[in-house]
């Protein structure tokens, strides 16, 4: 069974850093494009960022570009995604999400979020 | 970037009913698109692929259909469990954007 297990939200101060992993498991992870897609709160959802099974394809969103860093250990087989001058409008349930394949990003399975507030 | 516009964001029918949602992308995207849907307070789960393929264990009455650059999901027949919101996400061309959302109310 895929599992897919988010942490490292929390409550920062605008200008501050996170890192969020996902721990995953029930499946060969280096197979497996992995992404981040956040919702704020009552927003909809919002494709982050993603990295391609072997580590190549890095892909952000433009609002992101220069602030987060996903990254992946293949061997822990953990995503990460270091977040650096966060933002008000960064406030949201972020997601581990499984694309299908090594380079493909619809969302198979989806973690169950952790929480990201931004507030001073 | 690609632009997702779902149509319509909100959407009151009965159990029983047969429904379609709408999703148009703002250039070509091959037929990448996905389809999926969120209960409130859990993550979303995927419904459709390939704009037409069903996901394994998704229930028949889901179906996606295709034209050009607009994209439709049906339900058949609404079960209580399908009030729930609806998106649709392109996986083309990065970054990989949702439509807005469609709510499905009862």
């Known amino acids: 069974e895929v599992q897919l297990l988010e942490s490292g939200g929390g409550l920062v101060q605008p200008g501050g850093s996170l890192r969020l992993s996902c721990a995953a498991s029930?499946?060969?992870?280096?197979?497996?494009?992995m992404a981040w897609v956040r919702q704020a709160p009552g927003r909809g959802l919002e494709w982050v960022s993603g990295?391609?099974?072997?580590?190549?394809?890095?892909k952000y969103i433009d609002s992101v570009k220069g602030r987060f860093t996903i990254s992946r250990d293949n061997f822990k087989n953990t995503l990460y995604l270091q977040m650096n001058g966060l933002r008000d409008d960064d406030t949201a349930v972020y997601y581990c999400?499984?694309?299908?394949?090594?380079?493909?990003?619809?969302?198979?399975?989806w973690g169950q979020g952790t929480l990201v507030t931004v507030s001073s | 970037d690609i632009q997702m516009t779902q149509s319509p964001s909100t959407l009151s029918a009965s159990v029983g009913d047969r429904v379609t949602i709408t999703c148009r992308a703002s250039?070509?995207?091959?037929?990448?698109l996905a389809w999926y849907r969120q209960k409130p307070g859990k993550a979303p789960n995927l419904l459709i692929y390939?704009?037409?393929s069903l996901q394994s264990g998704v229930p028949s009455r889901f179906s996606g259909t295709i034209s050009g650059t607009q994209f439709t999901l049906t339900i058949s027949s609404l079960q209580p469990d399908d009030f729930a919101t609806y998106y649709c996400?392109?996986?083309?061309?990065?970054?990989?954007?949702f439509g807005q959302g469609t709510k499905l109310e009862i």
């Open positions: 996400q392109q996986y083309f061309t990065s970054p990989y954007t």
């Open positions: 999400a499984k694309g299908s394949y090594l380079t493909s990003f619809e969302v198979v399975n």
């Open positions: 990295m391609g099974g072997r580590g190549s394809l890095m």
């Open positions: 390939r704009a037409s």
């Open positions: 250039q070509n995207i091959d037929g990448w």
């Open positions: 029930g499946f060969t992870f280096s197979d497996y494009a």
